[in-house]
């Protein structure tokens, strides 16, 4: 049993890695606005949460934060390892796993709302500081980051039914359907 968590949690950590790295080259494929650009790098923070449970907060932080430093813009570093992370970790709460091991579309297009809505309200918060651009300004980035979202919605809750995820998801089954898999492979 200790075995089984420890190379759960070496999967994790792993998974992890790979997931920021996807990050990172999510949020790099992007198109420059007058404030920021958009990018790719929700889509994959929601897959992430799908498949990593609240875990993904790490590759969410890491790759988009990374990403934003070699971008050049390092004014946003702080504020984009907290807003980013918390959309990996609150995603990855909410998409919780019925008995069968499922999440349904209803939940996975209302986690994908809520997370993306963090997104736009994280970034108008910490834009509209009297040090950044303030209030007026800020609002200038609501629509681009409202197509970002979009983007992202549109492009993850499908993926999330790609069955190769199923697969490695870790830590969001139910325990029900844990003992369904083990029975299934005994």
Known sequence: MKNDKN???IKKIAYAGVLAALVFAGTELHIPTAIGHINLGDLVILVSAYVLGPFAFIPAAIGSTLADLLAGYPQYAVATFIIKGVMGLVAGLLLKRNAQGKVSL?????????????????????????????????LGSVIPNGIQASAAVVGAVPLMYVKVFDRYQLSQQSGAHKEKQKTAVS
């Open 7 to 9: 190379r759960n949690n």
């Open 106 to 138: 209803g939940r996975k297009l209302s986690v994908s709302f809520i997370t993306e809505l963090i997104m736009i309200a994280g970034y108008f918060a910490f834009e509209s500081l009297p040090f950044m651009y303030g209030v007026e300004a800020a």
